[in-house]
């Protein structure tokens, strides 16, 4: 099966990004294909490089790329959700005058068509998160 994931929550405050990531992790072990993670609403905190949780806990945000890096995976941080959170690649920098990024490089920020693309060619969309 095809999946395409959307989380739209934050990667401490709220559960939903641990469990996006479980699921997607399970799928993956399980032999079936994740699309697109699609990060939405508070969910594009989970790509910032500047994360850094104290060393007993996890880092959801190094997890994710992790992920992404061993199993290819297509990681989009919604445009729209990530300037009003101040998470920045070089082109939003460059077009924002803004003096430095913060997202980590396995993540890419692009719109929400992106999501629609995922729904449209994946079996099923799984939303975590309110």
């Not at 994931?5 to 399980?30: M, R, W």
Request: glycine share 6%; aromatic share 10%.
């Amino acid at each position: 099966m095809k999946f395409a994931i959307q989380v739209n929550e934050g990667p401490y405050q709220h559960q939903a990004a641990d469990s996006a990531y479980f699921f997607a992790k399970a799928a993956l072990e399980k032999g079936h294909e994740i699309f697109r993670v699609f990060f939405y609403h508070d969910g594009v905190n989970n790509s910032t490089r500047l994360t850094t949780p104290p060393q007993d806990d996890r880092n959801v945000v190094a997890r994710w790329a992790e992920l992404a890096e061993q199993h290819d995976l297509d990681m989009v941080v919604c445009v729209a959700a990530a300037q009003r959170r101040g998470v920045v690649d070089e082109g939003e920098a460059q077009r924002n005058g803004k003096d430095a990024t913060n997202i980590d490089p396995r993540f890419r920020i692009s719109g929400l068509g992106q999501l629609v693309e995922a729904a449209i060619q994946s079996d099923r969309l799984v939303v975590f998160g309110d």
